[in-house]
Each structure stands twice: as C-alpha cells, then as structure tokens.
C-alpha cells in the first residue's frame, strides 16, 4: 500500500539563488526526515521561494537541484515522483467527489483508475478524513477540504513536501489538527517545508528541536540557519522577532 512504502532519500537544493528583490543569494537544502519552517509576513516572498524550489520560477542567478539534477531538465512527472506541493490557493478545476479529486494526484504512476482510487481511500484514512470519500470536494468544510489535499499529498507518494500557509482562513480547532496531521507526515520520515506567517502554528508538528527555522529578513529570506530550531525559544526569537512569539505559545507546546 501506498501509505507504507519506505521513501528513498531525495535532496531539494537552492545554490546562490536570487530572484527580483525578494530572494537574495539564498542556499538552503530539504532532505528527506527534515522539517523547515519558513516565516515571514505577509508579501515578503515565502510562496515565491516554493515556486522557486519547485522549478515554477526560473532564478536570475543561482540553481534549483533535484538529487544534483537541474529541476528545469526534469520532466514534471519526474518532479511529482520527488516532491508534492500544496500551495496556498489550490485550483480545484471542476467539482469531483473528495476520493476522485485524491485520485487525481496519482496521474503519474498510469496506473487502473480503480487502483488509483483504492490508494486514494487508504491516503484519506491515514489523514483520518475517510468519512469525506463520497462526498463532494465544493460541498465540504474548509477544514474538511484541506485535509482531503493533505490525502492528496500523501497519494502522490513523493518523498518532500512542501505545504503553503495551509491554515489559512481555519478556526483555531482545524488549524491545530491540519499542523497535527502535517507532523504525523514528517514523523514518517517524509521531508517537509511548510510557509506561515504564524511561527506558533510550528510547536504543533511535534519534536521542535528538529523543527529547523527559515526566517525573513527586511523582507527577504538573506540568511538561513540550519542550526536554529523551534525548540530553542531564544533562536526562534532571533529569527524570526519576540513579536511573532506570542504568549499562545506556551499553550501550544503542552
């Protein structure tokens, strides 16, 4: 089953990149078993950077490596084999049932439509959003929706993830279980970066001293520490400002 199959280690690279005014000579990397969070406000270029990495936007300098590969020589099946992105406004298309909509994501294995829907059940059990399989995608909850394209995450069996602001316009109860369900991915060694402007959604991914912390700089991503992780409150503080930390924190790491 798809849910079970061990995932090769794969690497997601930025060199040098700079684009427009937003990113500058930035280099991180996102291997399988890591977790970044990426913070920042609103408009300063976190969803520039996924697009970036996914080989959406070409660099003015710099490269974007997939397992040492330039990303622009790889096919966009190829690119799906090795990361599944959730951006912030996915475009649904036309109304299909939530099971058909998770199956679509399979479209690169070619595989039965009935095998691809059967994936599609397990992926949305393993988010605990089952119940949503018959329904359809424009007659769920907000929160219902998002987890059903965590199920489509988790269908496309790549090895890295990378999730755009996917508590936005959430109440508070589905924004905790969608960070929740996030970290359940991770701990399965899965690769993750997730983008927020909220940095106390990240004590929710479960195990902060590996969550490592990606923060904006006068609105722009200029210095990456890899060393810095969530758990380390004084660090978090330097990165991404006390301001940001806010005292809901202390709840949310209980």
């Known amino acids: 089953p798809c849910m079970e199959r061990e995932h090769p280690a794969t690497g997601l690279r930025l060199q040098g990149v700079t684009l427009g005014e937003r990113l500058q000579d930035v280099s991180l990397e996102l291997r399988t078993g890591d977790c970044c969070v990426v913070v920042g406000p609103n408009g300063a270029g976190k969803s520039t950077l996924l697009r970036t990495l996914l080989g959406l936007e070409r660099p003015e300098r710099g490269a974007v490596l997939l397992d040492d590969r330039p990303i622009e020589e790889l096919t966009p099946g190829q690119r799906a084999a090795h990361v599944a992105w959730l951006p912030q406004r996915p475009a649904l298309g036309e109304a299909l049932s939530v099971v058909e909509l998770v199956a679509s994501a399979r479209y690169r294995f070619g595989e039965a439509h009935g095998e691809a829907l059967a994936h599609a059940r397990r992926a949305l059990a393993a988010v605990g959003a089952a119940g949503l399989a018959d329904r359809r995608s424009d007659r769920v909850s907000g929160g219902e929706l998002q987890r059903a394209l965590l199920a489509t995450l988790l269908a496309q069996e790549a090895p890295l993830l990378l999730v755009d602001e996917p508590a936005n316009h959430l109440d508070l109860a589905y924004q905790a279980a969608i960070y929740r369900r996030l970290g359940e991915l991770w701990s399965r060694g899965l690769g993750l970066m997730v983008v927020t402007h909220d940095v106390n959604l990240a004590w929710l ?49 209980l």
């Open 205 to 253: 991914l479960g195990a902060p001293e590996r969550v490592r912390v990606l923060g904006f700089e006068r609105l722009q991503l200029r210095v990456v520490h890899p060393d810095v992780h969530i758990g380390h409150e004084g660090d978090a503080q330097r990165i991404v400002g006390k301001d940001a930390l806010d005292p809901c924190t202390r709840l949310m790491r």
